[in-house]
């Protein structure tokens, strides 16, 4: 019994934030995208995306043709410049995608990320440490 998808998001766990901002550096300049899971109230894991991509609008396409599961949250994409604003293709993505979408950005370190909210409002989200059993 869970409250998956509905429960309210607190927070992105610290070793899946590093994992997200490891798959930007190494899509680089390529960009990746995916979806993201949380488990009891936090953002744990990421649902990467066969087969992307070479750009931006191919990553979404991709996206927005996964069948939604009750614990996908959100989504994430990199962007290959040092730029964390969104675009308006991004805007509909998030619109579709979930409550919590992220942005990674080069240089991929632990500043350069964001999370917007369905309509393009920045949420301060959390890093939490769950500790290193993982
Ligand atoms: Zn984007």
């Not at 680089?28 to 066969?50: K, M, N, Q, S, Y």
């Not at 293709?89 to 979408?101: C, E, H, I, Q, R």
Request: charged residues 20%; negative net charge.
């Amino acid at each position: 019994m869970t409250l998956a998808g509905k429960s309210k998001v607190t927070g992105i766990a610290r070793d899946l934030l590093n994992l997200l901002l490891e798959a930007g550096r190494s899509s680089h300049p390529r960009e990746f995208a995916a979806l993201l899971r949380a488990e009891g109230g936090v953002i744990t894991d990421v649902l990467l995306v066969p087969g992307t991509t070479s750009n931006e609008t191919s990553a979404r396409l991709i996206l927005s043709n996964m069948p939604l599961d009750p614990s996908i949250v959100g989504s994430v994409h990199s962007h290959p410049v040092h730029d964390l604003r969104y675009s308006a293709a991004d805007l509909d993505m998030f619109g579709s995608k979930g409550a919590y979408n992220i942005i990674v950005a080069y240089p991929y370190t632990e500043r350069d990320w964001i999370c917007y909210g369905p309509r393009g409002l920045r949420i301060d989200l959390p890093v939490v440490d769950q500790g290193a059993a993982g």
